[in-house]
């Protein structure tokens, strides 16, 4: 698998963290990596481009 890196909060991170130990994840990476296939598979399940925009413009990520 290829690997790049991001940055993130450091504030963030720490919760990354705190909450992938809680939940099991063997690793902080583990976890963000889930959490990214879960959130892109939901979006992949839009039915059109118009929906896809409207669910990243409800959680923030485009304008």
């Known amino acids: ?14 919760k990354v963290a ?4 809680l939940s099991g994840y063997s690793s902080a990476e583990e ?3 889930h959490c990214l296939e879960r959130e892109i598979a939901r979006i992949e ?3 059109s481009e118009d ?3 409207k669910k990243l413009k409800g959680l923030g990520y485009i304008g």
Request: glycine share 0%.
């Open 51 to 53: 929906e896809i925009k």
């Open 1 to 14: 698998m290829a690997s790049a890196k991001v940055k993130i909060d450091k504030a963030l991170l720490d």
């Open 45 to 47: 399940e839009a039915d």
């Open 18 to 21: 705190k909450y992938a130990k």
């Open 31 to 33: 976890f963000v990596t």
